[in-house]
């Protein structure tokens, strides 16, 4: 089948280079001239396990093509995916100019049927509006061809995206036409193994699907991260509190893991937008309000806690920083919980030691050259001369370090860990006084 997708972003890009994987011709178009050029080039510009094989095992097959050329993507494919980003305007609503400038391009340029599907996070009735889009330009040109939109969110996790593509638990395919339903099943048909994975929906509900998905993942999220709040006051320990609800299967084991607060490119960006929609339609959403009133309070936990330990005087104390990326096999920092406490922390005139296994390129990117933050090559670099080590990310390296060094490296030796990945047992033993989230700290004096 041949297939075009306008955007060659994460999710732009590992759809396209999956579906070349299972034997798809797949054109990847986007503006960005020195996008495309390293991607010819076999070059991924962004870290994601296992992508960097398959796009160049398929660029050297020829099933995968990149251009920058939109009108190339428009005779392409007869399935149109629009996989562009949908940032944030200033009230934190989707901006939509991206994927409906694409909407115009193919209304502008096409010539025959085609089906265009919304990859991109939308609000309910993008589809609608890209419909209306292609509709008046092929009005003004004074065509009658015909089209179908469908509504496709992706579910995929940074770290995970080939593997959650390649595996989905679920297809969600929102359509208005039976005969492109087939279509849309049958294209996705290599990824629905075992079982049925494929759920057609109508259109808003599709789109709503995404948001709700991700609402209900970051709710989990805060309100564990609001339990151990209360496990702190009431002197109780908020992991057995996890296993003791994980347990019933009705709850579940996953993402009631609590810490420092979610971050990446979707949760926040998304719980913002589905609740400015829900204010748009008339509705106050309480809960998606405190969702993301607890997060941003969670990120700056772990700082009143260093400030706390020292005081309420931070100038000039050293604080070694183990993670920056806002979770492991990413080196992607946006809204990073790393970001605020380091922000806060040099606001209070401290300065930061970091380290992170890939996103310390990222971070001298966002944060240049600057005196209160140095960047290490090695985790026990970021020890040397600090008053205290933070745990940011919960990366594997950080799991068993070697905790007599930290103690010897430490001046007074102390940790504030924002993931909870240390027997506080164990850490104590060794004589280093422990802060983590939801359980009681351990002061060695
Ligand atoms: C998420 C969704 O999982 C994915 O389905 C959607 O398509 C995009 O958003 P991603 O942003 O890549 O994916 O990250 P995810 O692994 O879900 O983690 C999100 C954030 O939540 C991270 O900051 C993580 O540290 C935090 N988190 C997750 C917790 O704090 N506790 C948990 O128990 C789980």
């Not at 096409?110 to 330009?137: C, F, H, Q, W």
């Not at 933070?390 to 030796?413: A, C, G, H, Q």
Request: net charge negative; glycine share 8%.
């Amino acid at each position: 089948m041949k297939i075009t997708i306008f955007g060659s972003g994460y999710v732009g890009l590992v759809t396209g280079a999956c579906f070349a994987e299972v034997g798809n011709e797949v054109m990847c178009v986007d503006i960005d001239e020195n996008k495309i050029n390293r991607l010819l080039n076999g070059e991924i510009p962004i870290y994601e396990p296992g992508l960097d094989t398959i796009v160049s095992e398929n660029l050297r097959e020829g099933r995968l093509k990149f251009t920058t050329s939109i009108t190339d993507g428009v005779d392409f494919g007869l399935y149109q995916f629009i996989a562009v980003g949908t940032p944030p305007d200033e009230d934190g609503s989707a901006d939509l100019s991206h994927v409906l400038s694409v909407a115009e391009s193919i209304g502008r340029n096409m010539e025959d049927y085609r089906i265009v599907i919304n990859k991109s996070t939308v609000p309910v009735g993008t589809a609608d509006l890209v419909r209306e889009t292609i509709r008046t330009v092929l009005e003004e040109r004074g065509r009658a061809i015909d089209f179908d939109v469908v509504s496709n969110p992706e579910f995929l996790k940074e770290g995970d995206a080939v593997d959650d593509f390649m595996k989905p638990d679920r297809i969600i395919v929102g359509v208005d036409n039976p005969r492109t339903k087939e279509l849309l099943r049958n294209l996705y048909a290599p990824f629905n193994r075992s079982h049925e994975r494929f759920i057609a929906m109508d259109i808003r509900s599709a789109e709503l699907t995404k948001y709700a998905a991700n609402a209900m993942l970051a709710t989990k999220i805060s309100f564990m991260n609001e339990i151990a709040n209360i496990a702190e006051r009431a002197g109780a320990d908020v992991e057995a509190v996890r296993r003791g609800i994980g347990s019933d299967s009705r709850i579940g084991f996953s993402f009631i893991y609590p810490g420092v607060g979610y971050g990446g490119s979707c949760f926040p960006k998304d719980v913002r937008a589905l609740e400015r929609t829900s204010r748009k339609l008339g509705y106050n959403s309480r809960i998606l309000q405190a969702v993301e009133a607890v997060n941003d309070d969670q990120k700056l936990s772990l700082v009143s806690k260093i400030r706390d330990h020292f005081d309420g005087d931070l100038k000039g104390r050293v604080i070694a920083m183990w993670g920056l990326a806002f979770k492991p096999n990413t080196d992607d920092m946006r809204e990073a919980p790393s970001r605020k406490v380091m922000e806060e922390l040099w606001k209070a005139g401290a300065i930061v030691r970091a380290y992170d296994p890939v996103a310390m390129d990222e971070a001298r990117r966002i944060y240049g050259d600057r005196p209160d933050l140095v960047l290490v090559e090695h985790p026990d670099e970021a020890l040397k001369g600090a008053d205290a080590l933070t745990i940011m990310t919960e990366w594997m390296v950080f799991r068993s370090p070697d905790f007599e060094l930290i103690r010897n490296s430490l001046k007074e030796p102390v940790i504030f860990d924002g993931r909870n990945i240390y027997n506080p047992d164990m850490v104590e033993q060794v004589g280093i006084s422990y802060y983590s989230i939801g359980r009681r700290p351990r002061l060695v004096r």
